[in-house]
Every structure is written in structure tokens, then in C-alpha cells.
């Protein structure tokens, strides 16, 4: 069965690079633009991973991470910021985040990751 993953980004360059990056795997992956339409999909469909920008319109990625560890503790979740700080990254991590890459990324950094993520 393919493995679900669930995009969150403001950016459409940076969901269109993911998406390009990832479409050599079997993965059937969702997009959103913000945060409250992450917390929607979560709850509506069952996800292997969540890729989410920290900085998003209407509800932080922090915000997202820590009510999806709340509801759906399995979901794996790959923080992603243009925000390159340390204090974010260990609040991340802290809130259940199971890694964080700093934009921009490249392409092998963001398979490994996934790939890791998904084992």
C-alpha cells in the first residue's frame, strides 16, 4: 500500500519542488496552503507523514505539530523553515517533530529524511 503524506507549505515553489523530489517514490501525497487546512486533512484521511513549514497563514506549523502529536501521535513530522534557528528547531524536535530541515534543501537531504521517517 502506498504511503500517505500530507504537504503543508505556503510556498508553491517550495510544494512543488517536494513534490517533484518525492514523485520517484510510490507515495500518494495531499498538498495544503495553510495550517488549519492541515489540521483539516488529518483528520479526515490517514497519513504516514507530514511535511510542514513552520511559517504558515492562519495557524503556525508549531501550532499544527503540536495539536497533530495531540490527536494523531504515529504521524511522523518533518519540520521545514526558512527560519534557520536553533531555539525552533528544539522546540520542534520537543513537540514530537521527528526531524527539521532548514530551506532551501536539497533533494537527497529531503529523500533521506523521508525515507528514514517512513522505515
Request: net charge negative; charged share 30%.
Amino acid at each position: 500500500m502506498k504511503k500517505q503524506i500530507l504537504i503543508a507549505d505556503d510556498e508553491e515553489i517550495v510544494v512543488r519542488s517536494c513534490l517533484r523530489i518525492l514523485s520517484a517514490q510510490e507515495f500518494d501525497i495531499d498538498t495544503v496552503s495553510n495550517g488549519l487546512e492541515a489540521i483539516e486533512k488529518v483528520a479526515e484521511k490517514e497519513y504516514d507523514l507530514l511535511i510542514l513549514d513552520i511559517m504558515m497563514p492562519k495557524m503556525s506549523g508549531m501550532e499544527v505539530l503540536q495539536r497533530v502529536k495531540e490527536t494523531h501521535p504515529d504521524i511522523d513530522v518533518i519540520m521545514i523553515t526558512g527560519l534557520n534557528q536553533i531555539e525552533t528547531a528544539v522546540e520542534a524536535m520537543k513537540l514530537g517533530a521527528f526531524d527539521y530541515l532548514p530551506k532551501p534543501f536539497d533533494p537527497e537531504e529531503l529523500e533521506m529524511v523521508v525515507e528514514r521517517a517512513l522505515e
